[in-house]
T-cell receptor
């Protein structure tokens, strides 16, 4: 079945530091890939997505590139802010015709804390 | 107004009680989902529905049931609550024509079973 593995957390950074959160996946076919963010006390929000190999998703200074050859979708940001403190989830969804069509498989989440 | 709403936002109940969590959406999506979130485990799918007449079990459906009363409403019931069902529960919706299947989440219901 499908699975998503994220780097162990928590991650603690100083403001303006570079961020990488690793995500690798196992899936049949060509899934769509997502990063979701959960701020304290809130639900999950879609941060960015990529639907095919070599696509780069980007939003709010965050980027991730769909790497089929390494089955990865690492999240990066060049300069983090205190307001980026949250839990980040990598996820995938299978395509139409497959058993995982329309369903998301999540990684376990990575807690990010950014200090001033 | 929020596109996906959940009620109640917080609930404390006793072991053995029946409880219902409700979800409503104004996004016009046909697909709806219920997840539970536990620390360190990410989100796990309980049930999902691709339209009003279609209900499917997810990976952890034991002890739960659902009802899709209308396209916009999807309820989750715990028939006889037990302490290990203490968790944060999220409803989500998906649809549209983008083809990339992203989901939109409600704010969550924090359930505590004592």
């Amino acid at each position: 079945g499908n699975s998503v593995t994220q780097m162990e957390g928590p991650v603690t950074l100083s403001e303006e530091a570079f961020l990488t959160i690793n995500c690798t996946y196992t899936a049949t076919g060509y899934p769509s890939l997502f990063w979701y963010v959960q701020y304290p006390g809130e639900g999950l929000q879609l941060l960015l997505k990529a639907t095919k190999a070599d696509d780069k998703g980007s939003n709010k200074g965050f980027e991730a590139t769909y790497r089929k050859e390494t089955t990865s979708f690492h999240l990066e940001k060049g300069s983090v802010q205190v307001s980026d403190s949250a839990v980040y989830f990598c996820a995938l969804s299978g395509r139409a015709g497959g058993t995982s069509y329309g369903k998301l498989t999540f990684g376990q989440g990575t807690i990010l804390t950014v200090h001033p | 107004d929020a596109d996906v709403t959940q009620t109640p936002r917080n609930r404390i109940t006793k072991t053995g009680k029946r409880i219902m969590l409700e979800c409503s959406q104004t996004k016009g999506h046909d697909r709806m989902y219920w997840y539970r979130q536990d620390p360190g485990l990410g989100l796990r799918l309980i049930y999902y529905s691709f339209d009003v007449k279609d209900i499917n079990k997810g990976e952890i459906s034991d002890g739960y049931s659902v009802s899709r009363q209308a396209q916009a409403k999807f309820s989750l019931s715990l028939e006889s609550a037990i302490p290990n069902q203490t968790a944060l529960y999220f409803c989500a919706t998906s649809g549209g024509t983008s083809g990339s299947y992203e989901q939109y989440f409600g704010p969550g219901t924090r359930l505590t079973v004592t």
